[in-house]
């Protein structure tokens, strides 16, 4: 540098720093205070974030957004207390590309947050290319045109990239940012919306608090007024900290109160610090400003909470009577099923008994065509006959009333005698009816052998009623410790859908909606029977038209159920 | 994570940064390479100012 560049130097009067930032060339306290917090604080962030899970994307970014801040809180603090142009000259090109490499990091930042996934590389091509001009002109004229000795304010004079460019390329990521959150806003689920918000409001403060530095200090030449900005800086580095570590368990409420808290902590702290009362009402007022609106928010959503858990209240008490109405209601239907069942048991023995009687000519011979009309009045009987015995069986089975009389039973004389039972309507359907048994082997198991009997019998004529030709297949055989009973065919077969309701109450299958004299209740009731046997049944189908087997499992001798 | 072509793009990135920061450095610290603006008149207001 020539002499007399020297002799101006020495004529401002600059304070020589020491370790680069500390000299009376900082005119308020309030700039270090403010630096030095958002820098900690911005460290910390960066290194907490990384340190909870490194190998994830949107830590590595938001670590790399800390550290670029971290370096241009330092850059700037330089530029506040060193005197020397070569210094200031270099610092000053560093924080033209720093500034916009945190922006161009956000838009990055975002976009992984949000997508949950790396961006692809034309978008990074598209972000960070952005950046090229300010990075290659760096060292020429275009980012700093030279040195100002003639005010004596120690600042470069800024070429294109640093007047124009620079703040360009700054409202581009700050709309990119805008616009991408606005368009996955609209299409997110409503869970993801609050993320989204939240996530995008951090952002934009986050920036916001970065460049109102430059704002404040523009519009009213007090720099030192534009410091308060950097104090923000921490609250929405925590912020973006806090959002992704804790996003899976995303609650507002507990989200705005820690925030509200932790930053009271760091403004009551700077208060500390800070001596001239003018930077202390600046501090207040901000803090002031701060809890006004997250007071609001945090009051409103308490407000909300307190509605609902009121509502809460009253509906469990609206939900508490009803159900007692409703255990009430179903024990009178039991009730009632139970009385109306044994009513119509009795009429409907004499029917069946007097047609028995009829066409096995107790009352004299009778006509062929009287014989039928008879025999149609007995079968008819015995449908209504079953249907109440499967009313009287469920409504005992609610009650608990259903009795078993456990004995040790052996299955394979009891499957015989339904297989002899079962034969006459196999045949009368021309259906191929066998048995696969061995009959030298015993199939001992604790049943109470009437009802077993009842649920084979159910299963082999559900079999044969919706087979309308081939084959009915029933089998008998020991599987480890269990004894199974299955019951095939190729008949109508069943559905899905259908397959995983056909043990409720009520429930018919395809073939249930072309057959009569069903009442829907068989099936629960075999599974019932069969589970008061500590034993299940299980339905095989590959669909409709593809046949079905029924199979029971029951624990062999040995154990008997209490 | 970062694809194996972003990765490569991330270090021609930095490589370009790296070397204009270098550049930089040596053009304004090393070289002490830049203009430096002093008209006596306004520096003297500026003075006379302070």
Redesign the interface.
């Known amino acids: 540098m020539e002499t007399s560049i020297q002799t101006f130097i020495s004529m401002c009067q600059w304070d020589t720093s020491s370790l680069l930032i500390f000299s009376d060339n900082v005119f308020g306290a309030l700039i270090y205070y403010s630096h030095f917090i958002a820098l900690i604080v911005a460290l910390l962030v960066g290194i907490f974030v990384l340190s909870r899970d490194s190998k994830v994307l949107v830590n590595r970014l938001l670590f790399l957004i800390m550290t670029a801040f971290s370096l241009w809180v330092f850059f700037d603090l330089i530029l506040w207390g060193n005197e020397k142009p070569d210094l200031i000259m270099f610092f000053w090109s560093m924080m033209l590309f720093i500034e916009p490499l945190i922006y161009a990091l956000c838009v990055y930042f975002i976009d992984v947050f949000i997508e949950k996934k790396d961006i692809s590389l034309n978008k990074k091509i598209g972000i960070f290319s952005l950046l090229l001009p300010v990075i290659i002109l760096l060292p020429t004229k275009f980012a700093l045109v030279g040195f100002d000795l003639t005010n004596c304010f120690r600042e470069p004079i800024e070429g294109f990239i640093a007047t124009y460019y620079v703040y360009f390329i700054e409202v581009i990521y700050t709309l990119w940012i805008i616009v991408f959150a606005v368009r996955k806003y609209k299409k997110a689920a409503p869970t993801m919306k609050n993320q989204i918000i939240f996530i995008t409001i951090g952002i934009i403060l986050f920036l916001l608090s970065f460049v109102s530095g430059n704002i404040i200090g523009s519009l009213t030449d007090n720099w030192t007024l534009a410091q308060i900005g950097l104090f923000g800086m921490p609250i929405f580095a925590g912020f973006l900290a806090y959002m992704i570590v804790r996003f899976k368990t995303f609650n507002a409420k507990l989200l705005g109160a820690q925030v509200l808290v932790i930053a009271l902590g760091f403004l009551v702290l700077a208060i500390v610090f800070v001596r001239s009362i003018e930077n202390i009402r600046l501090v207040v007022a901000f803090t002031l400003l701060f809890v006004l609106i997250l007071g609001r928010i945090l009051i409103k959503s308490v407000k909300r909470e307190v509605e609902q858990r009121e509502r809460l209240e009253i509906l469990t008490k609206e939900l508490e009577v009803a159900n007692e109405k409703l255990k009430g209601l179903d024990k009178l239907k039991t009730e009632f099923l139970s009385l109306a069942s044994h009513q119509l048991r009795t009429p409907l023995t004499a029917i069946k008994g007097y047609a028995s009687m009829l066409f096995e000519g107790s009352f004299g011979k009778m006509e062929d065509k009287q014989e039928d009309a008879v025999k149609r009045i007995y079968t008819s009987a015995q449908g209504l006959v079953n249907v109440v015995e499967d009313l009287l069986n469920v409504s005992k089975i609610e009650q608990g009333g259903m009795k078993y009389e456990f004995s040790p039973t052996d299955l394979s004389a009891l499957v015989i005698q339904l297989y002899g039972e079962m034969k006459v309507p196999a045949e009368t359907k021309k259906l191929e009816f066998s048995l696969e048994m061995d009959q030298h082997d015993k199939f001992i198991v604790s049943a109470d052998a009437t009802k077993l009997k009842q649920v084979f019998l159910n299963l082999t004529d559900n079999s044969i009623k919706y087979t309308p030709k081939g084959f009915v297949k029933i089998s008998l055989k020991r599987e480890g410790s269990n004894i199974v009973f299955k019951v095939s065919d190729n008949g109508m077969g069943i559905s899905p859908e259908t397959k995983a309701k056909l043990f409720e109450k009520f429930s018919r299958g395809e073939g249930g909606k072309t057959n009569t004299g069903g009442s829907g209740l068989g099936l629960y009731l075999a599974q019932q029977i069969a589970r008061a046997h500590k034993g299940d049944i299980v339905i095989e189908s590959d669909g409709l038209g593809k046949g079905s087997s029924f199979i029971v499992t029951l624990l062999a001798s040995g154990s008997y159920p209490n | ?3 194996k ?2 990765k490569i ?2 270090r021609i ?1 930095f490589f ?2 790296g070397i ?2 270098v ?7 090393v070289l ?1 390479d ?6 006596e008149e ?2 003297n207001e ?2 006379l100012d ?1």
């Open positions: 994570m970062i694809d072509k972003s793009l991330l990135f370009i940064v204009f920061v550049a930089t450095f040596y053009r304004y610290i002490k830049f203009k430096v603006f002093t008209d306004i520096f500026s003075l302070k």
